[in-house]
């Protein structure tokens, strides 16, 4: 089970590869083709889900058996991948891949296929969210992308994570590499205020898992110890 980024709602997939949801639906994030509100679990089309993926900014990324990638719910800023900016209240199949490996939704969305490829798209904001060395300047704004597109040419990715203006990727070598918002030390660098619209890497060869968030950032090394970093005003 996985809660949405601003924790509106809950999905989860069921062992006969059944996918449910509940709570709020403003944006269609429910995948229910409505915008009702749903206080039980509710089924979503289909029985070959096979990952479902952190939600974020009201919509949600799956991936089925066959390795396609199916977005829904709010697509400002073509975070959905679905070469367009409009909103869908049902799944819908971003592109006709079938390599997706995990997708995580966010203002920028970022993926990673089966081949070690990592891609991005939507809105790299005024820090260059997703890793493509992308970010504003005072005389031109950002750019956006409405369909995924891939970030260098490395073949050795393995995980990714993105939330708020930060999204961060870890590799098959446990590397832990950042991109985004630093304005309070988020990116694990020894620094603030210096923010990195290319992955940058995080001192360390063993790191298993990552979740972040605005400001505060935690993740997990292969040995079982916890690390955090970033605001901790409360």
Known sequence: IEMNGSE?????????????????????????????????????????????????????????????????????????????????????????DTNWAVATWGYCSVAIKTDGTLWSWGDPGDYGTGGRNLSKSPSSPWTQYSSPIQVGTDTTWDKCSTGGE???????????????????????INSKDDSRSSPTQIPGTTWSNYKGSIGAQMAVKTDGTLWAWGENQN
């Not at 990727?169 to 694990?188: A, M």
């Open 8 to 96: 509106t709602l809950a999905v989860g997939r069921k062992t006969d590869g059944t996918l449910w949801i509940w709570g709020y639906n403003a944006f269609g994030d429910l995948g229910q083709n409505n915008t009702t509100d749903y206080s039980s679990p509710v089924q979503i089309p289909g029985t070959t889900w096979n990952k479902l993926n952190k939600g974020g900014s009201y919509g949600n990324f799956a991936i089925k058996t066959d390795g396609s990638l199916w977005a829904w719910g709010n697509n400002n800023n073509g975070r959905a991948g679905l070469n367009d900016n409009v909103r869908r209240s049902s799944p819908t199949q971003v592109g006709t």
């Open 166 to 188: 930060i999204s961060a990727y870890i590799k098959t070598d446990g590397t832990l590499w950042v991109s985004g918002r630093n304005n309070d030390g988020e990116l694990g």
